[in-house]
Nanobody, 115 residues
């Protein structure tokens, strides 16, 4: 069974940091590129960051460049999103996506930035 399970979300103050994890199983992780998306209430889902399966090339939304870092550990079949200098505007449900021969989505983890 294919599984993508996000974790690490929670409540954090502006300027704080969180590290999200996406633990996967049930497919060949090394053949998939990984991405993080987010969606706030009333807004469309947007791409936050991505990393390719070949070359480990990364891309980021302009709004998070310099603050967020995407990475993956093939040995653990897990992707990560390190989020620093968090802003209230970063509040959203964050989703993990695997893209390759097939596309898979996780169920999301909530990130709330508030004082």
């Amino acid at each position: 069974q294919v599984r993508l399970v996000e974790s690490g979300g929670g409540l954090v103050q502006p300027g704080g940091s969180l590290r999200l994890s996406c633990a996967t199983s049930g497919f060949t992780f090394i053949t998939y590129g990984m991405s993080w998306y987010r969606q706030a209430p009333g807004k469309e889902r947007e791409l936050v960051a991505s990393i390719t399966n070949v070359g480990q090339r990364t891309n980021y939304a302009d709004s998070v460049k310099g603050r967020f870092t995407i990475s993956k550990d093939n040995a653990k079949s897990t992707a990560y999103l390190q989020m620093n200098s968090l802003k209230r505007e970063d509040t959203a449900m964050y989703y993990c996506k695997a893209a390759g021969p097939w596309i898979y989505w996780g169920q999301g983890t909530q990130v709330t930035v508030s004082s």
